[in-house]
C-alpha cells in the first residue's frame, strides 16, 4: 500500500521568508496529491492539490511541484505571513476512486 | 461552515463505558469517513462508507464500530477502548465516485480522553 513521508515535522520562518515541506511516496501508481492546512483546534481544509499530469500547480502565494520519477512533491508558500502558522498535511492516492494517505503532517510556526 | 457536524466535541470515558461519536453532512455527499488523528501521527483512515456501504476497513480493533445509516449520517460506536485510543477522532465527507477521489470536508473533531 501507499507509504508518505513527510518533513521537516516543525518549521519556523520569520515572516516574510519562504517555507518549503517536502513529501515522498512509495506507490507509483498514485496520481492526486493534496495538501490540507489544520489551523490550531480548527478542521483540515484543502489548499492546494496536483495531478501527475503537470509538474507544478501555483495559487498565489502557495504552489507545488511533483517529480514523479523521484516519487516526491513539495509545498511552497512565499511571503509568509502569521495566519499561515498551521499544521500542513501532503497526501497521495489514485484519482479515480483511491485511499487518501497522509504524510505525518508539518507545523510552521511564521514569526512576525 | 464546511457543512459537516460532528458530536460530541469532547468526551471522557472509562475503559468499561460504551459511548457514541456522531457526524452528519449536509453537503449531498456519498462517501464519509472516520480518521484517527493522534500527537505527532499521521491522519490514520479507519473506515470508508461509499453510499452507506463500508468500502474500507483499515484494520481497526473491534472496540470501535462504524454504522452509517444513510449518506447523510455516520456513527462510530466505542466499548471497552484503551487509554492509547484517546485522540480527536475526525469525520470527513466527499463527492467520490470510482473515477474520481474527490475534496475531503472535515468536521471538527471529536476530542475522546480514555481513562
Known amino acids: 500500500g501507499e507509504n508518505v513521508e513527510q518533513h521537516p515535522s516543525t518549521l519556523s520562518v520569520q515572516e516574510g521568508d519562504s517555507a518549503v515541506i517536502k513529501c515522498t511516496y512509495s506507490?507509483?501508481?498514485?496520481?492526486?496529491f493534496p495538501w490540507y492546512k489544520q489551523e490550531l483546534g480548527k478542521r483540515p481544509q484543502l489548499i492546494i492539490d496536483i495531478r501527475s499530469n503537470v509538474g507544478e500547480k501555483k495559487d498565489q502565494r502557495i504552489a507545488v511541484t511533483l517529480n514523479k520519477t523521484a516519487k516526491h512533491f513539495s509545498l511552497h508558500i512565499t511571503e509568509t505571513q502569521p495566519e499561515d502558522s498551521a499544521v500542513y498535511f501532503c497526501a497521495a492516492t489514485l484519482w479515480q476512486g483511491g485511499k487518501l494517505i497522509f504524510g505525518q503532517g508539518t507545523e510552521l510556526s511564521v514569526k512576525p | 461552515e464546511t457543512g459537516v457536524t460532528q458530536t460530541p466535541r469532547h468526551l471522557v470515558m472509562g475503559m468499561t463505558n460504551k459511548k457514541s461519536l456522531k457526524c452528519e453532512q449536509h453537503?449531498?455527499?456519498?462517501?464519509m469517513y472516520w480518521y484517527k488523528q493522534s500527537a505527532k501521527k499521521p491522519l490514520e483512515l479507519m473506515f470508508v462508507?461509499?453510499?452507506?456501504?463500508?468500502?474500507e476497513n483499515n484494520s481497526v480493533p473491534s472496540r470501535f464500530s462504524p454504522e452509517c445509516p444513510n449518506s447523510s449520517h455516520l456513527f462510530l460506536h466505542l466499548h471497552t477502548l484503551q487509554p492509547e485510543d484517546s485522540a480527536l477522532y475526525l469525520c470527513?465527507?466527499?463527492?467520490?465516485?470510482?473515477?474520481?477521489?474527490?475534496?475531503?470536508?472535515f468536521g471538527e473533531g471529536s476530542r475522546l480522553t480514555v481513562l
Open positions: 470527513a465527507s466527499s463527492l467520490r465516485t470510482s473515477y474520481n477521489t474527490g475534496e475531503l470536508f
Open positions: 453537503l449531498g455527499h456519498n462517501a
Open positions: 462508507y461509499n453510499f452507506k456501504e463500508q468500502t
Open positions: 506507490d507509483s501508481a498514485s496520481n492526486y
